[in-house]
């Protein structure tokens, strides 16, 4: 088991323009780190470069100190890097069930054990009782916990959840904190969240980072970040 996922001095350029410029992150086992910053801070990208999705153009990606850089998102998975994404894209046709145990049948050693994996998240995400619905039956809240659980079965070290929260109420949004609270003791895992829900955000990370223009405007314990300047001016529109 890995202990610590990192980002060191990470660039991303897209035909000359810097999506991110610089960026030092690091993920340890066993805490929840908020990614914070408005639409186009370079969020997403960073979190492509954590699971392989992109590859910096200048900086690296390191697993416990060992260079992943030029790791496949496949291969990182296999290491314990998982991800859930903005849009779910679930196989509608097949059921919840399935859908869960895809990314397992790929990266597991064995059936058997992908498949308890698979089951023990659903549980854990507290759609077993949809197990045998087709995934195009779902409510739209109840989609985004499917992504969760496909992620959570591969029992990652790492998990990266990609606005989990986007388009859920006020209630649900709760249901969501108590849930991501609990990913960390069961699991074992670090988890980073990328959100933009504050409630979701302050309710359950220890400690934020925040992007604005591809570059770290803050980064620390939550209450720390969320009385600097910087930040309550550019993000949080001075309150």
């Excluded at 610590?4 to 001095?9: E, G, H, K």
């Excluded at 859920?168 to 990328?194: H, K, S």
């Amino acid at each position: 088991m890995a202990d610590s996922l990192s980002t060191l001095n990470v660039t991303v350029q897209f035909d000359g323009l810097a999506a991110l410029q610089d960026v030092s992150l690091t993920l340890k086992r066993g805490e929840i780190l908020g990614l914070l910053g408005p639409n186009g801070a370079g969020k997403t990208t960073l979190v492509n470069v954590l699971s392989g999705f992109t590859r910096p153009t200048n900086g690296t990606v390191l697993l416990d100190g060992e260079n992943i850089t030029r790791a496949r998102p496949d291969q990182r998975a296999r290491r314990g890097v998982a991800r859930t994404f903005q849009s779910v894209r679930l196989f509608s046709a097949l059921s919840v069930r399935e859908n869960v145990r895809v990314p397992v049948y790929a990266h597991h050693a064995g059936l058997a054990e992908g498949e308890q994996a698979a089951e023990r998240a659903l549980e854990f995400v507290g759609i077993a009782n949809m197990a045998d619905r087709t995934a195009n039956s779902l409510p739209y809240t109840q989609e985004r916990l499917v992504g969760i659980a496909r992620a959570l079965a591969l029992e990652p070290d790492f998990l990266m959840l990609d606005e989990p929260a986007a388009g859920m109420n006020d209630a649900e949004g709760q249901q969501l904190v108590d849930l991501i609270a609990r990913i960390p003791p069961a699991y074992g895992c670090g988890v980073l969240l990328i959100e933009h829900n504050m409630p979701v955000v302050m309710g359950v990370c220890e400690n934020l980072h925040v992007l604005r223009g591809g570059k770290t405007l803050a980064s620390g314990p939550r209450e720390q970040v969320r009385m600097n300047r910087d930040v309550i001016d550019s993000y949080l529109g001075g309150h």
